[in-house]
């Protein structure tokens, strides 16, 4: 049973696990969160506009994301954007682009799709006459959409999206089907190089579950806060 | 560009001599919704009674069923699989150990428990949400009439609470056959694994992730359709169900 196991190991790997590869998750984990509801909410509003293709296109592109596998969709990636790459720069051959750069572009554009989800959801939260009311007023689209509808859509969604950010905190260990040394990706390597797989798996479920268990409760706290305010 | 296509892959022969790619895509498929399906077995029945018990009106019951269903939540699916995979044979006894990593399609056992136990947590939250949105006039109502605790549970609230949570139970379903994917880490050859190595065999990756694609979004529509007609089928008369599923994945 546990009488062979080394605690060690995992003192000794400390600095890489959290130097190296939790600091590639955290990073992974925001900036994909802060392009995600960017994109997100654009395209939450051209599937809310009147423009039919522009709905239908934004529609198509959250429905097939919605409907393939992460895993999936990170092998995607991890081969289209040397030559998205090369597309967009005019290169001659597919650019190579960095772990990280690849993952990112996976991750933002993987969850755009449902943050899109959870903007147009906030968005219709808020009552009609409020857009009608600017129109009357002659505000135009973009200011009514920045200044009235989009502070309130976020205001409302904030604990769906934070919660959703835990999520993604959790699926970004799928880096490690394309060999990214992300949190579980370092593990896995002290794991195999050391022969350590107990201790080092052990190990990253309780970080991975402490974490995500602090951010939930914040959320939930945050939740009764915002409830109590309205 | 300089990639060349070439859509006739899928009818060439795969390196094992015996089968098209398309047929080994195929075969993945299969896998996909035989873990699927077995997995949600198991979520289905585990989740609803932990989403009962987490209703019940014995404590330390409720606090059993949210400690599950924080256990279940609150670590990636990856890593589950690892635990189960990697790390349970080692933890047990050497003889049961050795009997769990040498039994034939022990990556397929493990993906369908790992899956299926995360996934019941999910189902037990949305279990609970649709057993707390009934209003609790059901259950006094139930009890007054002389049914005991479980008899209400079964003929009064669980038939109300599954028809209300059946838009976000079928987001589940389709969850489930998403994350079955992640069973290609511990070596079950399903849809994204198969589309995975006939990537690398033939050197056509997106004809192979397309072919992967177009199946999953086929698979998607019958299990959309098919969720729609259920719920039309068990909609009680003067009831609607409530709002979409959250998002989730």
Redesign the interface.
Known sequence: MFSNIDWNVIIRSLPYLFFDGMRFTIMLTLMATAGGIVIGTLLALARLSNIPGLSHVAGAYVNLIRSMPLVLVIFWFFFLVPYIGQWLTGAERPIQVGAFLSALVTFTLFEAAYFCEIMRAGIQSIPRGQVQAAQALGMPYWTAMAEIILPQAFRNMVPVLLTQTIILFQDTSLVYVISVTDFLGAASKVAQRDGRLVEMYLFAAIVYFLISLAASYGVRRLQHRIAIIR | ???NWNWGIFFQLSPDGTYTYAQLLLFGAGWTLATALLAWAIALSIGTVVGVMRTSPVPWLVRLGNAYV??F????????M??WY??LP????QAIGDWLKQSANASFYNAVICLGLYTSARVAEQVKAGILSLRSGQRMAGLAMGLTLPQTYRYVLLPMAFRIILPPLSSEF?NII?????A??IGLIEL?AA??SM?EFSFQ??EA?TG??LI??VI?IVVVSGMRWLERRVAVPGFISMG?P????
């Open positions: 560009m300089s990639y924080e256990l939540r609150n670590i990636p699916l990856l890593v589950q690892f635990l990697f790390v080692e933890i047990m006894p389709l998403k994350n079955s994917s992640v290609l880490t994204t589309a995975r990537s990756v997106f992730f992967a694609t999953y979004i998607n979409q959250a998002a989730a994945h």
